[in-house]
């Protein structure tokens, strides 16, 4: 494997055998990864202005207008390692766990996770139907009866914490699944016949 660095681009260089692939990757320079991981979030305040918008400052340091909040793993650490990016999507912070922060700013950025990562919990299983790969959902959630699909449940069906599921349209909507032996005995059965 080699590399190539063009600025922010790299041109990453596999060969197996006689193949070669390359692709590039958007990845910062060595000083920006330094000032991300040098902020000290004790120092880090998240809010929302008049508008409802979300902003941070860094005490003593700088504001942000704009605050984009993103997780690096929604499913296996939904509350550790969350990007603090700039309206440009810049990455300034990375806040490695929410409860190294202030009360308010923990706040803020839960209720902004919960409207981004906004996920609808699967009460009840009304059918489930597969042609070509394509599973046709109708279920009961806690936000009302929704239908849905998916396609290739390999690629759209993810574990979570303690055994439920994070089923994944193909619109982008989330769906959480239960355990099965949490579900009643006809959607554990439709469940069943597509997993």
């Given amino acids: 494997m080699s ?3 063009h600025g922010h681009d790299v041109v990453v260089r596999t060969s197996v055998g006689d193949a ?3 692709r590039e990757l958007q ?4 000083e920006e990864v330094r000032d991300i ?3 000290d979030v004790s120092k880090l305040r998240v809010f929302r202005d008049a508008r409802g918008l979300v902003r941070a400052t860094i005490e003593g340091d ?4 704009k605050a984009k909040l993103s997780r690096a793993f929604p499913l296996s650490r939904p509350g550790q390692y969350i990007g603090v990016a700039d309206a440009h999507d810049k990455q300034f912070a990375i806040i490695r766990d929410l409860d190294d922060l202030d009360p308010e700013s923990k706040r803020v950025i839960q209720d902004e996770l919960a409207r981004r990562y906004f996920t609808a919990l699967i009460q009840r299983v009304l059918d489930v139907s597969e ?6 959902w109708k279920v009961m959630t806690n936000r009302g009866p929704r239908e849905f699909i998916v396609r290739g ?3 759209s069906v993810f574990e979570m914490e303690g055994g439920h599921l994070l089923v994944v349209d193909v619109d982008g909507n989330r769906f ?4 099965l032996d949490e579900l009643d005995r006809q959607s554990r059965a439709l469940v069943e016949k597509v997993m």
Avoid at 131 to 136: K, M
Avoid at 176 to 179: K, T
């Fill in 153 to 155: 449940m390999g690629e």
């Fill in 20 to 22: 070669t692939a390359s």
């Fill in 176 to 179: 959480e699944l239960p355990r």
């Fill in 27 to 30: 990845v910062p320079h060595l």
């Fill in 3 to 5: 590399q190539e660095a």
């Fill in 37 to 39: 991981l040098a902020v």
């Fill in 62 to 65: 700088r504001s942000y207008l």
């Fill in 131 to 136: 042609l070509f790969g394509v599973v046709r």
